[in-house]
């Protein structure tokens, strides 16, 4: 039968802004998160990565913020480029002795120049 | 540094056949996992290796298999290749799984299968 693609969130930017993706988790048990962006034709790559100990993270041009109350993560982007235009996904493993990532839906971040 | 290296990066199978794929970690990494990516069912495990052991098993049938190699490489195979198979299949190899830089990925083996 057909097969149905997964219906990707969007978001649609000016060069220059600043960008925010959302991810809500599904696992109370998660500890550890990684942001992943990738582009078409190659495998996802480390963005930044956050512990259940924290709540904010910075590295460059990037922030993720992680509010473990309602089970949510979001990836701000600074001065959005147009090489920032991937889909972008969010990963969580739970704590324990797991050792897969559990991928979120992915957000496809579109920069306009 | 050399990144996860996979091989092929593109197949195409008939129904029925089985399919060998390979993923070479980073130099170091222990840790091997195995995921597959397709529009309808996003990125999902399949299985993760550390020091030739599968520590952790996802929800796909017996056709698919894997292992690792005293060196770290690893592959996986899938048996009786059905057309649902088709998909881009990546490895990420790290340190021992849990590291705070993450898991890196490769860029992929697409499958297709006719």
């Known amino acids: 039968g057909e097969s149905v693609g997964l219906h990707l969130p969007t978001l649609s930017v000016q060069e220059g802004d600043n960008s925010i993706i959302n991810c809500a988790y599904s696992n109370s048990a998660s500890d550890y998160f990684i942001w992943y962006k990738q582009e078409s034709g190659k495998g996802p790559q480390f963005i930044i990565d956050?512990?259940?100990?924290?709540d904010k993270r910075q590295g460059q041009r990037v922030t993720v913020l992680l509010n473990k109350t309602v089970k949510h993560l979001s990836l701000q982007i600074a001065a959005t480029q147009p090489g920032d235009s991937a889909v972008y996904f969010c990963?969580?493993?739970?704590?324990?002795?797991?050792?897969?990532?559990?991928f979120g839906k992915g957000t496809l971040l579109t920069v306009n120049p | 540094k050399a990144g996860v290296t996979q091989t092929p990066r593109y197949l195409i199978k008939t129904r029925g056949q089985q399919v060998t794929l390979s993923c070479s970690p980073i130099s170091g990494h222990r840790s091997v996992s195995w995921y597959q990516q397709t529009p309808g069912q996003g990125l999902q495990f399949l299985f993760e290796?550390?020091?030739?052991?599968?520590?952790n098993k996802g929800n796909f049938p017996g056709r698919f298999s894997g292992r690792q190699f005293s060196n770290s490489r690893s592959e996986m195979n899938v048996s009786t290749l059905e057309l649902g198979d088709s998909a881009l299949y990546l490895c990420a190899s790290s340190l021992s799984a849990r590291e705070s830089y993450g898991y890196t990925f490769g860029s992929g083996t697409r499958l297709t299968v006719v």
């Open positions: 956050i512990r259940s100990n924290m």
């Open positions: 990963a969580e493993i739970p704590g324990g002795s797991n050792y897969k990532l559990t």
């Open positions: 290796y550390f020091s030739e052991t599968q520590r």
